[in-house]
């Protein structure tokens, strides 16, 4: 099932402007107490949203961005 090329589509996803992805991380992190720095998660994830998502999430599951 999974070997075969027509059963994926590829969705391209362009990365976001830089106000939109410090946006999103900001949004994800809303909550959270931390001392992250947004322009590192942007920089880290040249603004693709996939990368901002999971970034905050592993931030978060190693206790650098914790809940309130």
């Given at each position: 099932?999974?070997?075969?090329?027509?059963?994926?589509?590829?969705?391209?996803?362009?990365?976001?402007?830089?106000?939109?992805?410090?946006?999103?991380?900001?949004?994800?992190?809303?909550?959270?107490?931390?001392?992250?720095?947004?322009?590192?998660?942007?920089?880290?994830?040249?603004?693709?949203?996939l990368y901002?998502?999971?970034?905050?999430?592993?931030?978060?599951?190693?206790?650098?961005?914790?809940?309130?």
């Amino acid at each position: 099932k999974y070997n075969n090329p027509s059963t994926f589509k590829i969705v391209p996803i362009e990365p976001l402007q830089k106000e939109d992805a410090l946006a999103m991380a900001e949004e994800v992190l809303r909550g959270a107490s931390s001392q992250i720095d947004l322009e590192s998660i942007y920089e880290a994830s040249a603004g693709t949203p996939l990368y901002i998502m999971e970034l905050v999430k592993s931030l978060q599951l190693n206790g650098k961005a914790t809940a309130n």
